[in-house]
């Protein structure tokens, strides 16, 4: 299985940005989908964007045109662009992997997760 650590997180002000990176390592990069999940305090955890080794990236529709994926297989790292933010944004957010080309929104269907990174935003 793939290790991922997150970083990037923190706290701004509403309106603000973050670039949230996803670090993996112990295996081949380019065989795994990354995706970005967020879990807010009481609240179920939540698809936010993927992006396959094929190339494919997707954004949940919630979060489009706020919020970019993009990918660096040299690097093995996949990041997470977070512009405008809102105080509705706060939350965990997370990294998780699978082996597999297709892009998944459900959460089970990913076998490897990092810790998470904390962003909070400030009205």
């Known amino acids: 299985q793939v290790q991922l650590v997150e970083s990037g997180g923190g706290l701004v002000q509403a309106g603000g940005s973050l670039r949230l990176s996803c670090a993996a390592s112990?295996?081949?990069?380019?065989?795994?989908?990354v995706a970005w999940f967020r879990q807010a305090p009481g609240k179920e955890r939540e698809f936010v964007a993927a992006a396959s080794w094929s190339g494919q990236l997707y954004v949940g529709d919630s979060m489009k045109g706020r919020f970019a994926i993009s990918r660096d297989n040299a690097k093995n790292t996949v990041y997470l662009q977070t512009n405008t933010l809102k105080p509705e944004d706060t939350a965990v957010y997370y990294c998780?992997?699978?082996?597999?080309?297709?892009?998944?929104?459900?959460?089970?269907?990913?076998?490897?997760w990092g810790q998470g990174t904390q962003v909070t935003v400030s009205p």
């Open positions: 112990g295996s081949t990069f380019n065989n795994y989908t």
């Open positions: 998780a992997a699978r082996s597999s080309v297709r892009i998944v929104i459900l959460s089970r269907f990913y076998d490897s």
